[in-house]
RNA sequence: GGGAGCAUAGCUCAGUUGGUUUAGAGCAUCUGCCUUACAAGCAGAGGGUCCGCGGUUCGAACCCGUGUGCUCCCACCA
């Protein structure tokens, strides 16, 4: 079989994401091993993947891939969310482009639109998890607007609203303008900005009733700074301290609202800072939640000069339709035209804005429901704080859970938009509010607007369902989302005698962005105590944001969000797998750069190259299995004496890797439970790179022309097959396709189950580093002395372990390019010195060696000695040292002691010899 | 204003309850190699006052205090 130079991912990947589909292996039922089950984060339904979740997705994979290679069931739900505003704006837009105002059609006819705009591009995030190499449940794919999930999300809320958690009522809520509806608190997003702060005159009405003119001159008036000029008209008192001796006189004064003239109280409140400002507020109760509850307190009429787009209303008298920034502008001109404006100054302050629109949040008040959180937040609090929810990486983020959930705010949850769930509640004439799953239903439930439900058998007699209107609203997308692990298995919907409700959940781990964490995360947990009174998940793995390489956002305006499909289409599916968890320290951010995808193919590369490597090997081997003597044995491959009664013989290069392996495999799994996946990838990496690659290839590597022992081939096959199912995980495709060719196979790698873990053998091992050390040294040693990888050496060894060198001298001369190896008692003249511990290595060349590049190395190392051991023994010599440190420390420091002083020894026997 | 976190090589980060050398890795850099798997490679090397200061300890990158500089979250001061 000829293999291509290098890997090819297109074809591959296309060949076994078909494979795996047409097999069912990532199609999940109930059976008798234990769940591991995942669900996705549901991308927006008409989005595209970026960089986020790609790193997100990535993390899943690894984790339900080893999972279900580890005897789990493993079951990972994939799925998409209506989203509201995001998608209701789209949709907006787009027929704005068709030339069509949403505002001429009707519910129906705009959902329409809505759901054919949903089945044109919702389906491109799918394509994209599965070119990703994701090992989701089709069968399974949830979106949050299907019908059985829709009905789930109305009983919740019939459920919340009849045991009293969900209420209806006029609060100070976040508008947004842009979008016309409701946003939670969570929703708003809060960024620095330089505005301006307008300081006012605002005159007094000390007769108590001319209204004064625009150009009164010498009356008196108090100054009030404010930032928001525009708002004055909805001015309905001016507020001082009562303790602030300035403005004591102006007890039970008015004064009046300048350009409109309208007549206001001045009330007293220790609310007000008198060191803030002119120690002089103005009190707006439509347009500033601490206003509105100042109003409350002290009684004031309400006036509300803003419409719902934003334009300033008829209650404002001027410059109404005016949009309210414009407005600004043009009031200020005016305040300043009639000598009501004193001063401007700049002034630092956060303004709100729309997380999905990006207007400026209006604080306004409105008739909305809301969810009671009070209730809802104990039992998420203390599943989190009491440990059975764990969040990673450590508990970086158990302060802001546990202080959001104490002094979290009740939920709205209504949004004025059509794409959503309408919330289930409908109303009469009268005012009275019906809420019920179906509006038969409701019918039975009819409550007064502030009141409590109550079965109300009159009302329902009388009424017929034509006279109800239903509330137009939908509700919070997150209000469907908050149900996902349940009703993923219709949990919600058909809780009882649920096989698979009860199998799959609590699922394992919830993979998502630490931006989510109130929207989302806490929520889910709410609901799972409040309808399952059990965790949705056991684990929180938070990832990091993903950054370009300077550490900006990704952004469109930017430019530096790439395509994922493009990436995939250059580097392939595996390194851009690679190269985002590669760089990717668990909950830090992450700086993406193409250089790690560029790192992914090259490894891609790497084990195709290695792969080649085998397949020259495997028409090439030696019949003799095990027969071979060592005397005969085949050059490169050391032969030791045989094992005692076995027949059988180790190779040191065989008997090394397999507890190399061995070794790795328990570090994987530790790295894997702290979920410590970067590392876990650099570990097979470097395992298969460097050990595999570097070493093991090399040591067992035949010689020009000469065939490979056959046992020697079967292990390396096995070795390479098991490296293959570490990475399996990261690197899907690739692993799979080398897994193929390696040897005839029926099974498939993405569902071999690990074998047993085998503990290291320790001295091994160190032998292994041992050999290393001495073959780095000695190459470091040739290539100072300018030989080249041709010239051969002899190689002359003085040690008093020669048993340690014997069994690998076979390896050591080949990757030393050494044509013998003698051992010798004494120096041996006119060479070049390496000391390695206690043992001293000489090389003999033809080439003149350099002495004094060699003295000034053995002069450095010798000066590195001797202030180590100086370190040493000041340690030693401490009394109190030796008095409190533990036994095997101070064994320790003898060790290094009697080391290093051996060290030094050689290396000044070196020196003299020089 | 309240809270949390971070500071280790040019860059990105490891560094497990304080003691495995005078601190590691990847990338980048430098040197030498077209060596018959791989130049998307091989071999080798250089590079750090572990942010400053003080303390605890026989012993500190690690614990405590303090200063400086960053980052994030929360909050209604006009």
Not at 253 to 276: G, K, M, S
Not at 711 to 717: A, R, S
Request: hydrophobic share 35%.
């Amino acid at each position: 079989m000829e293999l291509s130079k290098n890997f090819i991912p297109g074809e591959t990947e296309i060949k076994w994401n078909e494979h795996w589909k047409n097999k069912g292996y990532f199609n999940s039922t109930p059976d008798d091993r234990p769940a591991y089950t995942v669900v996705i984060p549901p991308p927006n339904v008409t989005g595209v993947l970026h960089m986020g979740h790609t790193l997100n997705e990535t993390v899943q994979d690894i984790l339900v891939r080893k999972a279900r290679m580890s005897g789990f069931n493993a079951c990972w739900v994939p799925g998409s969310d209506h989203a509201s505003i995001a998608t209701e704006s789209k949709v907006v837009q787009m027929l704005k482009d068709l030339g069509i105002d949403k505002n001429t059609l009707t519910r129906e006819e705009f959902l329409k639109y809505a759901f054919e705009w949903k089945e044109k591009y919702g389906g491109i995030i799918y394509n994209q998890i599965e070119k990703l190499g994701c090992s989701v449940d089709w069968n399974r794919v949830t979106f949050t607007m299907d019908d059985h999930y829709y009905k789930a999300v109305i009983k919740v809320f019939v459920d919340l609203y009849k045991k009293g958690l969900i209420y209806r009522g006029a609060r100070m809520i976040n508008w947004d303008p842009a979008a016309k509806t409701a946003l939670s608190d969570e929703e708003v997003e809060f960024k620095d900005v330089t505005g301006k702060l307008y300081y006012l005159k605002y005159y007094l009405d000390s007769a108590g009733v001319i209204p004064p003119s625009g150009e009164q001159e010498g009356g008196s008036f108090i100054t009030i700074a404010t930032q928001r000029p525009e708002t004055i008209m909805g001015d309905t008192a001016i507020c001082v301290n009562p303790n602030d001796e300035r403005y004591a006189h102006l007890k039970g004064q008015y004064a009046f609202v300048p350009l409109i003239n309208r007549r206001i109280p001045i009330i007293f409140d220790e609310y007000v800072d008198p060191t803030f400002g002119t120690g002089a507020l103005k009190v707006t109760p439509a347009h500033d939640i601490n206003d509105y509850n100042l109003g409350l307190k002290h009684n004031l009429e309400v006036i509300d000069t803003l419409n719902e787009d934003g334009t300033l209303s008829e209650a404002a008298q001027i410059y109404v339709g005016v949009e309210r920034f414009a407005a600004r502008k043009k009031i200020i001109a005016e305040l300043a035209e009639k000598d009501h404006l004193l001063k401007e100054e700049e002034y630092p302050s956060r303004m709100g804005y729309s997380q999905r629109s990006g207007a400026v949040v209006e604080p306004r008040i409105s008739t909305q429901w809301f969810l009671k959180m009070k209730e809802m937040a104990e039992p998420a609090l203390n599943a989190v704080v009491g440990g059975s929810i764990k969040i990673h990486p450590g508990d970086k983020f158990l302060a802001t859970y546990k202080y959001w959930l104490e002094n979290v705010k009740d939920w709205c949850i209504s949004r004025q938009l059509w794409w959503g769930q309408q919330i289930p509640a409908w109303y009469d004439d009268k005012g009275n509010v019906y809420v019920g799953e179906t509006l038969e239903e409701a019918l039975k439930n009819v409550s007064s607007e502030s009141g409590v439900v109550s079965e109300d058998k009159t009302h329902s007699s009388q009424l017929t369902t034509h006279n109800l209107t239903q509330d137009a609203d939908v509700l919070d997308t997150w209000f469907s989302s908050w149900l996902w692990p349940m009703e993923v298995f219709n949990g919600i919907s058909q809780p009882d005698n649920n096989k698979e409700y009860y199998y799959y959940y609590p699922t394992a781990v919830l993979v998502t962005g630490q931006d989510i964490i109130f929207f989302w995360v806490a929520r889910m947990i709410m609901a799972g105590m409040h309808y399952k009174n059990e965790k949705p998940f056991s684990d929180v793995y938070f990832t990091g944001m993903v950054r370009d390489k300077q550490g900006r956002k990704m952004s469109k305006q930017l430019g530096n969000s790439p395509d994922l499909l493009d990436l995939i289409e250059k580097y392939g599916a595996d390194a851009v797998r690679f190269g985002i968890m590669i760089s990717s320290p668990a909950g830090n951010d992450l700086l993406f750069d193409e250089a790690s995808l560029e790192q992914g193919r090259n490894f891609n590369n790497k084990l195709w190259n290695a792969l080649k490597l085998l397949k020259m090997w495997e028409g090439k081997q030696s019949n003799e299995q095990g027969i071979v003597n060592s005397e005969q044995s085949v050059p490169g491959v050391f032969a030791p004496s045989p094992s005692e009664g076995s027949g059988v013989r180790p190779n040191f290069a065989i008997n090394w890797f397999q507890n190399r392996l061995n070794e790795v495999r328990s570090e994987l799994e530790n790295m894997y439970a702290q979920f410590k996946l970067s590392e876990a990838l650099k570990t097979v990496y470097s395992l298969i790179w460097d050990d595999f690659c570097s070493w093991y290839l090399e040591w067992v590597k035949p010689g020009f022309e000469q065939p490979i022992e056959a046992d020697v081939y079967k292990k390396t096959v096995e070795f390479f097959e098991e490296l293959m199912q570490l990475l399996h995980p990261f690197m899907p495709f690739i692993s799979e396709e080398i897994y193929h060719l390696l040897s005839q196979k029926e099974d498939d790698l993405c569902v071999k189950q690990f074998g047993k873990m085998e503990a290291a053998d320790k001295s091994i091992l160190a032998e292994g580093e041992l050999l290393k050390n001495v073959i780095t040294a000695l190459r470091d040693a040739r290539s100072r002395n300018q030989l080249k990888p041709k010239e051969t050496i002899k190689l002359h060894i003085l040690s008093e372990k020669k048993e340690v060198y014997q069994p690998i001298e076979n390896i050591l001369a080949k990757q030393v390019n050494a044509e013998s190896i003698h051992y010798v008692n004494d120096a041996v003249a006119d060479t070049t010195v390496v000391a390695i511990e206690k043992d001293k290595f000489y090389i003999e060349s033809e080439k003149q060696i350099d002495k004094t590049a060699l003295k000034e190395t053995l002069l450095k190392d010798l000066e590195h000695q001797k202030g180590f051991l100086i370190s040493v023994q000041k340690k030693l010599g401490n009394e109190r040292f030796v008095a409190n440190a533990k036994p095997e420390v101070i064994d320790l420091e003898r060790k290094k002691q009697a080391d290093a002083e051996a060290r030094i020894q050689t290396i000044e026997e070196s020196l003299a010899t020089l």
